[in-house]
C-alpha cells in the first residue's frame, strides 16, 4: 500500500486514508505520538472524543491516568511512542469492527518498521488481540512476556478499564513493575 519508506509518507497515507467507515466522521486522523526514537511502543484500542478533536493520542482522562501509569515506573510520554489499532474514532467509542482493524494494522505495521521498539505494552484487550494473540485473554494473559521478532511484547490493562473498575489497579501495578525490570534488564531508559 504504501511505497515508500518515511514518517512522512505514513502521515500523508493516513491522513488521507478512506479505506474504512471510520473515515466517514473522524476529525481527525490520529497517526500516534511521543517519541520516534523510542524503544518502546505503547498500543491503544482507537481514538475517543478527545483524542479525534486534537488528533494526539491519549489526551483524555485514560491520557491521564496512562500518564500517571508511566510515571509510577519512571518513564514519560519522552519515553515511549504511543499509537492505536485504528487511527480514527470509532462512533460512541465502540470497539472498533475486524474489518476497520485489518484495514488499520497495515499503518501499526509501518509504525513498528520505523520505531523498531524492544518492547511493545498492548493497552487492553483490542491492542492484545491484534499484536499478541486473536484469542488473547486479558485477564489471565495480562503480565506475560511474549517475544516475536526480536520485540518484547506485553499485554496490561487498558487505562479506561482501570478508570471502571479501579480494583483492576494493583494488578496493573504489578504488570508495570514487570514493564520496569524488562526495561532495566535491556538497559534501554
Ligand atoms: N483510548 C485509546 O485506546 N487510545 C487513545 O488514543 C485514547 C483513548
Given at each position: 500500500?504504501?511505497?515508500?519508506?518515511?514518517?512522512e509518507?505514513?502521515?500523508?497515507?493516513?491522513?488521507?486514508?478512506?479505506?474504512?467507515?471510520?473515515?466517514?466522521?473522524?476529525?481527525?486522523?490520529?497517526?500516534?505520538?511521543?517519541?520516534?526514537?523510542?524503544?518502546?511502543?505503547?498500543?491503544?484500542?482507537?481514538p475517543?472524543?478527545?483524542?479525534?478533536?486534537?488528533?494526539?493520542?491519549?489526551?483524555?482522562?485514560?491520557g491521564?491516568?496512562?500518564?500517571?501509569?508511566?510515571?509510577?515506573?519512571?518513564?514519560?510520554?519522552?519515553?515511549?511512542?504511543?499509537?492505536?489499532?485504528v487511527?480514527?474514532?470509532?462512533?460512541?467509542?465502540?470497539?472498533?469492527?475486524?474489518?476497520?482493524?485489518?484495514?488499520?494494522?497495515?499503518?501499526?505495521?509501518?509504525?513498528?518498521?520505523?520505531?523498531?521498539?524492544?518492547?511493545i505494552?498492548?493497552?487492553?484487550?483490542?491492542?492484545?488481540?491484534?499484536?499478541?494473540?486473536?484469542?488473547?485473554?486479558?485477564?489471565?494473559?495480562?503480565?506475560?512476556?511474549?517475544?516475536?521478532?526480536?520485540?518484547?511484547?506485553i499485554?496490561?490493562?487498558?487505562?479506561?478499564?482501570?478508570?471502571r473498575?479501579?480494583?483492576?489497579?494493583?494488578?496493573?501495578?504489578?504488570?508495570?513493575?514487570?514493564?520496569?525490570?524488562?526495561?532495566?534488564?535491556?538497559?534501554?531508559?
Open positions: 500500500m504504501i511505497g515508500m519508506f518515511s514518517w509518507i505514513l502521515e500523508s497515507a493516513c491522513k488521507t486514508c478512506n479505506r474504512c467507515r471510520l473515515a466517514e466522521n473522524r476529525t481527525n486522523v490520529v497517526v500516534g505520538g511521543g517519541n520516534r526514537k523510542a524503544k518502546i511502543l505503547l498500543i491503544g484500542e482507537g475517543g472524543e478527545k483524542e479525534d478533536l486534537s488528533g494526539v493520542p491519549f489526551v483524555g482522562p485514560a491521564q491516568l496512562l500518564d500517571k501509569m508511566l510515571a509510577c515506573i519512571d518513564l514519560s510520554r519522552n519515553d515511549v511512542y504511543i499509537a492505536n489499532v487511527k480514527c474514532r470509532p462512533p460512541g467509542n465502540r470497539d472498533p469492527e475486524p474489518d476497520e482493524k485489518n484495514c488499520c494494522i497495515e499503518y501499526l505495521r509501518y509504525q513498528f518498521a520505523l520505531i523498531k521498539p524492544q518492547i505494552v498492548c493497552l487492553g484487550r483490542i491492542a492484545a488481540q491484534s499484536i499478541i494473540d486473536s484469542k488473547f485473554r486479558i485477564t489471565k494473559e495480562h503480565g506475560i512476556w511474549y517475544k516475536k521478532k526480536n520485540c518484547w511484547m499485554a496490561t490493562y487498558h487505562p479506561s478499564a482501570l478508570l473498575d479501579a480494583a483492576k489497579k494493583r494488578t496493573a501495578f504489578e504488570d508495570l513493575k514487570e514493564i520496569k525490570k524488562k526495561i532495566d534488564e535491556l538497559g534501554i531508559i
